[in-house]
Nanobody, 123 residues
Framework: QVQLVESGGGLVQAGGSLRLACAAS????????MGWFRQAPGKEREFVAA????????IYADSVKGRFTISRDNAKNTVYLQMNSLKPEDTGVYFC????????????????WGQGTQVTVSS
């Protein structure tokens, strides 16, 4: 069982940056694949980024490549999402997710979810 708590969301102007953090409970955090997803009002939850348990492999949505960076600190049981050059279309609730086996883009395949943190980018 893994419990996830996101933090770091807020209001930022277009072009600005935010760093999200997701703190995980449990002693086996290093064995979990971690992902970030987001959901805008009236839209489905969409994939943002994922990182393998080792941290050596990452996947990004095309819409955030070159602007967002996912990282993890297994000693702190935390995964991060550094978001630069933010755009209004990045606005939404950002969720972190964990799974022990699935490494991919489909939210339905992740077993554990945080409660989300709001990111609002003004133009």
């Amino acid at each position: 069982q893994v419990q996830l708590v996101e933090s770091g969301g807020g209001l930022v102007q277009a072009g600005g940056s935010l760093r999200l953090a997701c703190a995980a409970s449990g002693r086996t955090f290093s064995r979990y694949i971690m992902g970030w997803f987001r959901q805008a009002p009236g839209k489905e939850r969409e994939f943002v980024a994922a990182m393998s348990w080792s941290g050596y492999s990452t996947i990004y949505a095309d819409s955030v490549k070159g602007r967002f960076t996912i990282s993890r600190d297994n000693a702190k049981n935390t995964v991060y999402l550094q978001m630069n050059s933010l755009k209004p279309e990045d606005t939404g609730v950002y969720f972190c997710a964990a799974d022990s086996r699935y490494y991919g883009l489909s939210p339905g395949n992740y077993d554990y979810w945080g409660q989300g943190t709001q990111v609002t980018v003004s133009s």
